[in-house]
């Protein structure tokens, strides 16, 4: 994985996610965006994992739903995201050869 690509994931996921993992992660899936999206949506099956909401009267109230809205939108934006190493869809990259008639400007009698 090139440095442009660790650089945009860490960008994605924050500072402190494992380099090793995500290096292993992008051998096995190939893209850094594919990387992004899976690492994402294991932390939201973490969190849907655990109770969303704990409340103890009068002692604490926990609520991770706005945890959970974070990364269901962080989530959709990758999703239409282009990552550092992805091609573009609908590109063709081959070189072409177009034939263009030639006509002078302007016709003479």
């Not at 994992?49 to 103890?56: E, G, K, N, Q």
């Not at 990552?83 to 081959?94: E, F, L, V």
């Amino acid at each position: 994985m090139d440095p442009e690509a660790l650089a945009w994931i860490l960008a994605q996921l924050g500072p402190a996610t494992s380099t090793d993992d995500l290096t292993t992660r992008h051998l096995r899936l190939g893209t850094a965006r594919a990387v992004a999206l899976e690492v994402l949506a294991e932390r939201r099956a973490a969190l849907l994992a655990d109770p969303l909401r704990l409340v103890v009267d009068g002692v604490v109230t926990m609520d991770r739903t706005a945890n959970l809205t974070g990364l269901e939108r962080q989530l959709a934006l990758l999703e239409g995201a282009t990552g550092p190493d992805d091609t573009p869809t609908g590109t063709d990259t081959a070189d072409q050869i177009e034939t263009v008639p030639i006509r002078p400007a302007r016709r003479t009698r």
